[in-house]
């Protein structure tokens, strides 16, 4: 009877652009290798399903149930929909392995019910769990309530409810899995060996995805993992001790073998920076700009980006990104102040913000530019900074569409500003959103947080509902306070 190796599954809730890199990248490793496997999103099937239908509030941005304990609520309805989704998985594959991937804790609502659903109804498939999340630190404790992160997957073995997870990048631990070898680094354990050579990973493999239940479908590209810096909030230094690239040639034909296979639209590269080796940045764009003008290929390119200063960016570079299609880079400027933006570990000058602009205005690229505020040493005068430089986003309607805050500085496990409070100056931290410095307190960064906002609306630089549910807990947590401001106040009744 048939039967595959290894079935591979993401869960909800994430966005609907697209499977997850890991699914189509995971799988043509084991492919490589010469083990069957398949992958399906059962995100996006449970999404289709559902959309029309009373469940359709649960794919609201502002909506939690299916990433806390709100999931009961709708349970019976989950389990009856993940029972038909994998009933039809195991007629047609007949799985050995069922490998679920955990993308955040936002993951692990959905993996308490599907574990013991395949446990109960199919006992003989074991189960495997990797992805971001299966991390010793803690990705995000506030959302699941969780005290230590490992203690979330050992309890799962220790019920019988998984028989095994898999740390770090999978690209190579996976394939040893499957061969029997459990002694490799990172399976059954939390310390895994980071992967040197990116440019032996092979092609992301879309054979068995049918990309058209996806409304607007993105195909993910991984050109480098890690970061060139060590921002003090920031955990990618942590998850990546070591910045590893890809040549931009090698990225480019990867690319091009996508689009030329599946006639892709858009592409968006996952690396937590796409410039950090700008030779081969710039490579990358010359490449793609040089086959796009060859074939007239259209497709757009996503990605995150690092400012530099302007001595150090390359003439052209402008330019090539508008030819290569790379036109509406994600850029971290965190803070209007040159001084807290040093201290938290960008060096760039608001003459270099400018200077960026004006370029991008130029050749016709537009920028998302990242922004928190409250990070500990950030002083009211600071703060004023942030706010100010607003107005010259505002000055560039056609570069700066949007600006992006989710919430006030978070003290992430494991991160510079969470290992040294003496150094940042916290203090009494109760989570990672609560806590003090001498320049505020989680009162205090609130009312930063909607002031710099209510500015960003009036610049017609933000709006509202792209906000994610973080921003009304924190109504709700400022009404606790006592002596309360009455300029946020009305700015909050706005919401
Ligand atoms: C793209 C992205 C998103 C996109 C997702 C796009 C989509 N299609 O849904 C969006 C914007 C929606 C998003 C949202 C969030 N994200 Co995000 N995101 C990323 C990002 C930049 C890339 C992920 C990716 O595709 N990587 C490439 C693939 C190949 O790598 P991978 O997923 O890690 O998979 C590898 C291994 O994990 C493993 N693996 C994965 N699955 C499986 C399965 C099995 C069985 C096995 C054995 C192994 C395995 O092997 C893979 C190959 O090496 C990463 C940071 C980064 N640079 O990687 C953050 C990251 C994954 N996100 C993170 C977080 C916290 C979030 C949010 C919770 C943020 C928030 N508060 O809103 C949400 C939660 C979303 C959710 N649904 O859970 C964290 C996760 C931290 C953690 N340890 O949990 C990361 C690492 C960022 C960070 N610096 O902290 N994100
Ligand atoms: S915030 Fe961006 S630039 Fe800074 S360490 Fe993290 S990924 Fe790198």
Redesign the pocket.
Known sequence: MYSTDIT?V?I????V???????T??QACIKQAGFVSSAYDF?IWFYNKTIDTDLNYIWKVLDNTL?TDKIENIKYDYIKFWNIFFDEIVQKDNPKIL?????????YPGIDIIVEQVKKKYPSIKI????????D?P??KS?YGLSNNKDYFLNLIDKKLIDD??C????E??VE?LKGNRNYPGINNFNPDP?VDQEAIPTPNYDDIDMTVYKDP?Y?I?GS?GCVRKCAF???PL?WKKFAWRGGEHIADEIIDLYEKHNVKKF?L???LTNGNQKEFMNLMRWISQYKKLTKAKFSIGG?FIMREKKQVPDNMFKLMKDAGYSEPTIGIESGSEKVRKELGKYFSNESVEYHLEEMNKVGLKMIPLFFVGFPTETDYDFQQSVDILDLFAKYPEVVRVIHM?HPMHV?EGTPVAMDHARFGILNLTNSFMWESKHSDYKKRIERFFIFLDRAIHLNLYKRPTV?DKAYTMINDYKTHSNLDKGVLQIMDGW
Do not use: T
């Open positions: 591979l993401c909800p809730k994430l966005k652009k697209g499977p997850l890199l890991a699914l990248q995971l995100n990433i490998g679920i991937s955990a993308f955040s804790s936002w993951s495997l769990i990797g992805g971001p999340a299966v991390r630190a990705p995000d959302s997870y898999i770090g990048d999978a690209e631990s996976i899995y992967i993105h993910f991984r993992r920031c955990n990618v998850i968006y996952i690396d937590s995150q989710d992430i994610s």
